[in-house]
């Protein structure tokens, strides 16, 4: 692949015949919909990857996706540091749907929040149960001084430990046979 370390949603749609592309979300977000053709190997799994996306990185090019851009992004960063090339959808796959482009989704498979949504829902819950329970133990609003200050430390970072934590939750894990077919796919 070129230099290009992104391809925008019009550029990936031009080229998805010829690209193996990589959604790096977490299964249930996989199944709310993806990029036509998308493997699905989660952010967190990528290391136990590697070999295969060596493999199909020398016979063509890798285009890795997530929701928004930004862990596909991360994802980049760390095959570079294995020596594989690849190129991050900026957007994600938001941007992918916005231009009307068609996403897939399996039969019969339930839909997942997003990671963002997951992260709002946990973080606004936690931060109203430490004000609401502070009212009676004044020490509990340390709860919601902590995921406050987590959120912050989150926007500066961009890292996100709670989606981090999150990913782990069952309804997030991929099955171990869906990786290993994943990951023989891409070697085969």
Not at 16 to 35: C, F, I, K, N
Not at 78 to 86: K, S
Not at 129 to 156: E, Y
């Amino acid at each position: 692949m070129a230099v290009t370390a992104s391809l925008t949603a019009a550029q990936a749609h031009a080229r998805l015949h010829e690209l193996t592309v990589v959604d790096v979300r977490t299964p249930g977000e996989y199944a709310s919909g993806h990029l036509p053709g998308a493997h699905n190997i989660p952010l967190d799994r990528l290391d136990a990857a590697v070999p295969a996306l060596k493999t199909a990185a020398g016979r063509g090019d890798l285009l890795l996706v997530c929701a928004s851009g930004t862990r596909s992004a991360q994802a980049r960063e760390r095959l570079a540091e294995h020596g594989i090339t690849a190129a991050s959808l900026t957007g994600g796959t938001t941007a992918w749907q916005q231009l009307g482009h068609a996403v897939q989704r399996a039969d019969g498979t339930r839909a997942v929040w997003a990671m963002e949504r997951q992260v709002r829902l946990a973080a606004g819950s936690l931060i109203l149960t430490g004000l609401l329970a502070g009212r009676r133990w004044p020490a509990a609003r340390r709860l919601s001084a902590g995921i406050a200050g987590g959120l912050v430390f989150s926007a500066l970072t961009d890292t996100c430990g709670m989606a981090r934590a999150l990913a782990k939750l069952p309804h997030n894990r991929p099955r171990t046979t869906d990786l290993e077919a994943t990951l023989a796919a891409l070697t085969g």
